[in-house]
């Protein structure tokens, strides 16, 4: 398919799902709505990948940095705009217990006259959820216009980018990518996901100092994966990828060692943060250095990590709530980051081997 027709497509089914989610009275309905935005992001992910290698070869790397930064900025910005549009609209009637026998008595009747979209009682959320369906929108109809245009500089990019030859190891380097982007996403998404929780529970930090303490993570994410812009145009990025692998072991090392200790869990986080930044772009633009990647190819490795953003978190979480006492969650990120400088090397030793 042409790349900016499915782009374009699966943004605009995001627009759909972001407008009537607040509508939504019912948990099928809204599980579809969820699932929508599941099959989009998942074509996103891939495609934008792949259309950025396709426009600029192994010249992208700033590019596929840019794009990464987005979305880094999207998961910083993000809580804090939801703060601001209904993090103080909720009344004291949401937060009160309802008159449970009222409400059994009530059950039945409304389990049957409920309709399927209604307007939501907070009309902050409405907003909030419209706002982005417009700007997914916009970017929609960008999309779209670009491919009616049939702009010849994608034709002209794309005969540049098949000229790399395919790698000896070619399926072997694949396999290998995506058990590496396994570990990474899922340790990223781990980390990013049970900070606060682990922080208040485990370390005894107020809320408002694990609140810090996820933004500051997500924050060096964010900062680093912008200025990960300029070093991609200086560095290359199996280099990019071994500062990346030394910051995230050695920070993730000290996580674990002084699991307890405030000042230890503020520098290491903003560390463990940075250097988690460049990787997956990184990881992306040196594999194509290497050996031809096809968008086939690039859904493979893709669905390595999101299988570890999926997997690993939740049996982390399970594992956390079993064993309260122990930093389950800091041990995940140090044995990621041995995987991932682990497999590194190997798949060097892979890319670089000559073709007979």
């Known amino acids: 398919m042409n790349r900016f027709l499915l782009l374009g497509v699966s943004m605009l089914a995001t627009t759909v799902g972001l407008y009537l989610t607040p509508f939504c009275k019912t948990a099928v309905l809204l599980i579809t709505m969820v699932s929508v935005f599941g099959v989009s992001f998942g074509i996103l992910d891939t ?21 990464h930064f987005s979305f880094a900025l999207g998961a910083f910005l993000a809580p804090l705009l939801a703060k601001l549009a209904w993090g103080t609209a909720a009344s004291a009637a949401n937060h009160t217990e309802p008159d449970f026998h009222s409400l059994m008595l009530n059950r039945s009747s409304e389990a049957t ?28 109809v960008l999309l779209l216009a670009l491919f009616c245009k049939k702009c010849s500089r994608q034709q002209k990019s794309t005969a540049s980018a098949q000229r790399s030859q395919r790698a000896k190891y070619h399926k072997a380097l694949l396999c ?67 500062l ?12 674990v060692l002084f699991d307890k200790n405030k000042l230890c869990l503020w520098i290491a986080s903003s560390v463990y943060g940075a250097s988690m930044a460049t990787t997956f772009p990184s990881g992306v633009s040196w594999i194509e250095q290497y050996t031809s990647i096809s968008g086939k190819s690039a859904a493979f490795f893709v669905i390595g990590g999101t299988l570890g953003e999926m997997a690993i978190p ?3 979480g399970i594992l956390q709530g079993k064993y309260p006492d122990l930093p389950i969650v800091l041990y995940t990120c140090f044995v990621s980051a041995i995987f991932t400088a682990v497999l590194f090397p190997i798949m060097y030793k892979l890319a670089t081997s000559p073709l007979e």
Request: glycine share 10%; charged share 10%.
């Open 176 to 242: 290998l990518l995506f058990l590496f982007f396994f570990f990474y996403v899922g340790a990223e998404v781990t980390y990013g996901s049970y900070i606060f929780s682990f922080a208040t529970t485990h370390v005894g930090m107020e809320e408002s100092e694990a609140a810090g303490l996820n933004s500051i993570f997500w924050g060096t994410f964010a900062g680093c994966r912008g200025l990960a812009i300029f070093f991609a145009a200086c560095l290359q990025p199996g280099t990019m990828i071994v």
């Open 244 to 255: 990346s692998n030394v910051g995230s072991l050695v920070s993730s090392l000290f996580l």
């Open 113 to 140: 006259s409920d309709p399927l979209f209604a307007v939501p009682d907070d009309m902050n959320l409405l907003w909030a959820y419209a706002s982005i369906g417009t700007y997914a929108s916009v970017v929609s």
């Open 314 to 316: 939740a049996i982390i």
């Open 47 to 67: 495609g934008a990948n792949v259309l950025i290698l396709a426009l600029w070869g192994d010249k992208g790397a700033p590019h596929m940095q840019a794009l």
